[in-house]
């Protein structure tokens, strides 16, 4: 692979100002040399330097004896975007088919799109190393894939358009689009109390617990106390978030009070956890009840089928498509617009085991 070249403290002032002036920051002319330059916290020669690309760019024009700078609105509604996605981790096949095909659309529109070199988890959910890796990545705008809150709340910060796919991206001035999973997690979870489930555990990722519960793991707790079971720590466990960390924590949990009946917060994880019960002898769904947030194909060809929550991923695509669109002409719209999703039940969910 080729080496990624680091821009310069000139081209990074230049990429500031592009997307200020995209995200409507500054209008119709910007600030004197001296305020911008201070608002930058940049010298007045960087400022000059990076303001010589624009100009060339003639995306601003230099006009008047005080050398202001007039923005041409013509020339930024005509600029092509590249769009940046700064993806989660590198599974996940719905997903991977979900941002190929906004690739497709954007590239026939003339932008591009490509993925920064190392995802979230190989920076280890790392802000620092994440920053430093998107500074290293020009973009016009981000696509985000399942942001934490903190990388979220730096992306809202930034004067850089940010798309926020999934992520806990709540009441944050950022455009976001994802599946509505609350209803049929609400679904599942009542289904299962009505199947004489008590001791439901739920294991999601580290970010969907802290710094507070996400909305959805909120939402399964207060349905889980709302029916008379006492909740803690047991059903929404903190674990090593790797395929040792899971094994381990299931071993300790079947162990000690095992739970009779799993939601899973992503598809690998409900495969592991397959594969952890049957080496373990645990019959699904005779003592454990098994149920999964997303869909993966690998989910079909579990015996029994495990039960999942599903999408449709075109109209995310397509909101995907006209928040870029909407930027080349300057608009932003910060929107968080959610598609219906459905619990799909299979023979994974049965009642409580009474043993």
């Known amino acids: 692979m080729r080496e990624m070249r680091r821009l310069s403290v000139v081209e990074q002032s230049a990429n500031h100002l592009r997307n200020g002036i995209r995200n409507g920051l500054w209008r119709g002319t910007l600030p004197g040399l001296v305020p911008l330059a201070r608002e930058l ?19 601003v024009s230099v006009h008047g004896a005080g050398n202001n700078r007039s923005i041409n609105l013509r020339k930024l ?3 092509k975007l590249r769009v940046g996605v700064l993806r989660f981790e590198e599974e996940g096949l719905q997903m991977s088919k979900l941002l190929f095909q906004v690739q497709h659309n954007l590239e026939a529109r003339g932008h ?4 920064a070199p190392k995802s979230q988890t190989m920076l280890q959910h790392s802000l620092t190393r994440i920053v430093r890796h998107v500074a290293e990545s020009p973009a016009d705008a981000w696509i985000v894939e399942a942001g934490s809150r903190e990388l979220l709340e730096w992306f809202s910060q930034q004067p850089v358009p940010c798309f926020a796919l999934y992520g806990r991206s709540e009441g944050l001035p950022l455009s976001r689009s994802g599946p509505e999973m609350i209803p049929p997690l609400l679904e599942v979870t009542r289904e299962l109390i009505a199947l004489g489930h008590r001791r439901i555990v739920t294991i999601c990722r580290r970010d969907r617990r802290e710094p507070t519960l996400g909305n959805a793991e909120r939402a399964i707790l207060d349905t889980l106390s709302d029916h008379g079971i006492v909740t803690g720590k047991y059903n929404m466990p903190d674990w090593e978030m790797t395929p040792e960390g899971l094994e381990s924590m299931l071993k300790k949990m079947f162990r000690a009070t095992p739970p009779t009946a799993l939601i899973l917060d992503e598809s690998y994880f409900a495969i592991n956890a397959a594969q952890f019960l049957a080496r373990n002898g645990i019959d699904v769904p005779g003592k454990v009840s098994l149920f ?4 993966d194909e690998a989910l079909a060809w579990c015996r029994p089928v495990i039960a999942h929550i599903q999408w449709k991923s075109e109209p995310i695509v397509r909101r995907l498509t006209r928040w870029v669109d909407d930027l080349q002409k300057g608009r932003n719209d910060r929107k968080t617009i959610n598609f219906p999703a459905e619990y799909v039940r299979t023979d994974s969910i049965g009642p409580a085991w009474k043993g």
């Open 112 to 115: 591009r799109m490509f993925f």
């Open 41 to 59: 916290n940049i010298s007045r020669g960087t400022l000059q330097s990076a303001l010589r690309i624009l100009e060339n760019e003639k995306l």
């Open 77 to 79: 509604k005509k600029m």
């Open 292 to 295: 999964s947030t997303q869909y």
